[in-house]
Protein backbone atom coordinates (compact mmCIF):
# COMPACT_ATOMS: atom_id res chain seq x y z
CA UNK A 1 0.00 0.00 0.00
CA UNK A 2 1.20 3.47 -0.84
CA UNK A 3 1.59 6.03 1.99
CA UNK A 4 -0.26 8.22 0.96
CA UNK A 5 -3.54 5.90 0.34
CA UNK A 6 -2.31 4.24 4.07
CA UNK A 7 -2.46 8.23 5.55
CA UNK A 8 -5.87 8.75 3.65
CA UNK A 9 -7.46 4.82 5.33
CA UNK A 10 -5.71 6.67 8.73
CA UNK A 11 -7.17 9.87 8.59
CA UNK A 12 -10.78 8.24 7.88
CA UNK A 13 -10.63 5.61 10.66
CA UNK A 14 -9.67 8.52 13.27
CA UNK A 15 -12.54 10.25 11.93
CA UNK A 16 -14.72 7.43 12.57
CA UNK A 17 -13.70 6.73 16.24
CA UNK A 18 -13.84 10.13 17.11
CA UNK A 19 -17.39 11.03 15.49
CA UNK A 20 -18.31 7.68 17.11
CA UNK A 21 -16.42 7.86 20.59
CA UNK A 22 -17.01 11.79 21.07
CA UNK A 23 -13.12 12.01 21.10
CA UNK A 24 -12.80 9.44 24.05
CA UNK A 25 -9.73 7.37 24.68
CA UNK A 26 -10.00 3.92 23.72
CA UNK A 27 -10.03 1.74 26.95
CA UNK A 28 -10.57 -2.30 27.18
CA UNK A 29 -14.05 -3.14 27.44
CA UNK A 30 -14.28 -4.52 31.12
CA UNK A 31 -13.51 -0.82 32.28
CA UNK A 32 -16.08 -0.04 34.81
CA UNK A 33 -16.17 3.85 33.48
CA UNK A 34 -19.39 4.75 31.22
CA UNK A 35 -18.31 3.22 27.47
CA UNK A 36 -19.93 4.53 24.18
CA UNK A 37 -21.06 1.84 21.40
CA UNK A 38 -18.59 -0.47 19.90
CA UNK A 39 -16.67 1.05 17.17
CA UNK A 40 -14.57 -1.26 14.98
CA UNK A 41 -14.32 -3.53 17.90
CA UNK A 42 -13.38 -1.49 20.88
CA UNK A 43 -14.99 -0.37 23.47
CA UNK A 44 -14.57 3.72 23.87
CA UNK A 45 -14.17 5.15 27.47
CA UNK A 46 -15.30 8.48 28.77
CA UNK A 47 -13.04 8.79 31.69
CA UNK A 48 -9.66 10.09 30.98
CA UNK A 49 -6.59 9.34 32.96
CA UNK A 50 -4.20 11.95 34.73
CA UNK A 51 -0.66 11.34 33.18
CA UNK A 52 1.84 11.30 36.42
CA UNK A 53 5.50 11.32 36.23
CA UNK A 54 7.96 9.18 37.97
CA UNK A 55 11.37 10.35 39.11
CA UNK A 56 13.91 8.44 41.26
CA UNK A 57 17.84 9.47 41.96
CA UNK A 58 18.26 5.92 42.48
CA UNK A 59 18.30 5.56 38.96
CA UNK A 60 20.13 7.21 36.59
CA UNK A 61 18.91 10.66 34.78
CA UNK A 62 17.34 10.68 31.79
CA UNK A 63 19.68 11.27 29.28
CA UNK A 64 17.35 13.66 27.18
CA UNK A 65 14.14 15.14 26.71
CA UNK A 66 11.82 12.18 28.20
CA UNK A 67 10.94 11.01 32.25
CA UNK A 68 12.51 7.67 33.38
CA UNK A 69 8.38 6.62 33.88
CA UNK A 70 4.98 7.73 33.36
CA UNK A 71 1.99 6.27 35.22
CA UNK A 72 -1.15 6.81 33.43
CA UNK A 73 -4.37 5.07 35.70
CA UNK A 74 -2.91 2.19 36.84
CA UNK A 75 -0.25 1.58 33.69
CA UNK A 76 3.38 2.60 34.41
CA UNK A 77 5.64 2.83 31.20
CA UNK A 78 9.01 3.04 31.88
CA UNK A 79 11.30 4.19 29.44
CA UNK A 80 14.55 1.77 28.61
CA UNK A 81 17.71 1.61 31.07
CA UNK A 82 21.10 1.06 30.14
CA UNK A 83 24.08 0.09 32.85
CA UNK A 84 24.67 3.35 33.99
CA UNK A 85 25.34 4.50 37.95
CA UNK A 86 23.02 6.13 39.22
CA UNK A 87 25.10 8.08 42.11
CA UNK A 88 28.01 8.74 39.28
CA UNK A 89 26.49 8.84 35.60
CA UNK A 90 28.90 6.49 34.59
CA UNK A 91 28.66 3.68 32.48
CA UNK A 92 29.00 0.37 34.46
CA UNK A 93 30.13 -3.19 32.83
CA UNK A 94 32.93 -2.66 30.60
CA UNK A 95 31.83 -4.13 27.74
CA UNK A 96 29.95 -6.98 29.39
CA UNK A 97 26.56 -7.93 28.23
CA UNK A 98 26.20 -9.55 31.41
CA UNK A 99 27.15 -6.83 33.80
CA UNK A 100 25.28 -4.48 31.80
CA UNK A 101 22.18 -6.29 31.96
CA UNK A 102 22.48 -7.02 36.00
CA UNK A 103 22.91 -2.74 36.22
CA UNK A 104 20.36 -1.61 34.19
CA UNK A 105 17.55 -4.53 35.80
CA UNK A 106 18.62 -2.63 39.54
CA UNK A 107 18.17 0.63 37.42
CA UNK A 108 14.78 -0.61 36.20
CA UNK A 109 14.01 -2.08 40.15
CA UNK A 110 14.48 2.04 41.49
CA UNK A 111 12.04 3.27 39.11
CA UNK A 112 9.65 0.28 39.52
CA UNK A 113 9.86 1.32 43.48
CA UNK A 114 9.57 4.92 42.91
CA UNK A 115 6.32 4.78 41.32
CA UNK A 116 4.79 1.92 43.57
CA UNK A 117 5.39 -1.21 42.40
CA UNK A 118 7.40 -4.22 41.72
CA UNK A 119 8.86 -6.17 38.91
CA UNK A 120 6.10 -9.43 39.81
CA UNK A 121 3.36 -6.38 37.99
CA UNK A 122 5.90 -5.74 34.68
CA UNK A 123 3.34 -7.24 32.12
CA UNK A 124 5.67 -6.47 28.96
CA UNK A 125 9.80 -5.89 28.32
CA UNK A 126 11.40 -4.85 25.07
CA UNK A 127 14.80 -5.98 25.09
CA UNK A 128 17.45 -3.92 22.75
CA UNK A 129 20.76 -5.62 21.87
CA UNK A 130 23.49 -3.86 19.97
CA UNK A 131 24.17 -7.19 18.73
CA UNK A 132 21.82 -10.22 18.68
CA UNK A 133 24.74 -12.73 19.21
CA UNK A 134 24.51 -11.25 22.56
CA UNK A 135 21.19 -13.21 23.48
CA UNK A 136 22.06 -16.04 25.57
CA UNK A 137 24.39 -14.24 27.99
CA UNK A 138 22.11 -11.36 28.40
CA UNK A 139 18.79 -14.05 28.80
CA UNK A 140 20.64 -15.79 31.81
CA UNK A 141 20.36 -12.61 33.45
CA UNK A 142 16.83 -11.82 32.34
CA UNK A 143 16.03 -15.13 33.68
CA UNK A 144 17.47 -14.59 36.94
CA UNK A 145 15.69 -11.19 37.81
CA UNK A 146 12.28 -12.58 36.98
CA UNK A 147 12.14 -16.52 38.37
CA UNK A 148 10.45 -15.42 41.21
CA UNK A 149 7.52 -13.37 39.50
CA UNK A 150 4.34 -15.89 38.83
CA UNK A 151 3.90 -15.00 35.26
CA UNK A 152 6.73 -14.06 33.57
CA UNK A 153 6.28 -10.77 31.50
CA UNK A 154 5.84 -10.83 27.31
CA UNK A 155 8.94 -9.93 25.74
CA UNK A 156 10.15 -8.70 22.48
CA UNK A 157 14.46 -8.84 21.34
CA UNK A 158 15.92 -6.67 18.90
CA UNK A 159 18.81 -6.06 17.55
CA UNK A 160 19.55 -2.49 16.75
CA UNK A 161 22.34 -0.46 15.26
CA UNK A 162 23.60 1.48 18.25
CA UNK A 163 22.66 2.37 21.16
CA UNK A 164 23.11 5.23 24.08
CA UNK A 165 26.93 5.54 25.38
CA UNK A 166 27.71 2.40 23.14
CA UNK A 167 26.00 -0.12 25.63
CA UNK A 168 25.42 -3.02 24.72
CA UNK A 169 21.93 -3.93 26.39
CA UNK A 170 18.52 -1.82 27.02
CA UNK A 171 15.11 -2.66 28.37
CA UNK A 172 12.40 -0.68 28.65
CA UNK A 173 9.15 -2.06 30.27
CA UNK A 174 5.23 -1.83 30.96
CA UNK A 175 4.08 -2.65 34.37
CA UNK A 176 0.53 -2.87 36.20
CA UNK A 177 0.33 -0.94 39.68
CA UNK A 178 -0.30 -2.47 42.37
Known sequence: MRSSSFLSLAISLL?????????????????????????????????????????????????GPYSQ????????????????????????????PQAETRQLLKNLDAVLEAAGTTRDRIVRCTVFLADLGDFALVNEVYSEYFKDVAV?????????????????????CIAVME
Open 15 to 63: AIIQTEAFQTPIVPSHSSTASTPNVLGLSLSLKMSKLEEVKTDKSPAPL
Open 69 to 96: AVKVGDMLYCSGQIALDPATGEFVGGGD
Open 152 to 172: EPSRSCVQVAALPKGAKVEID
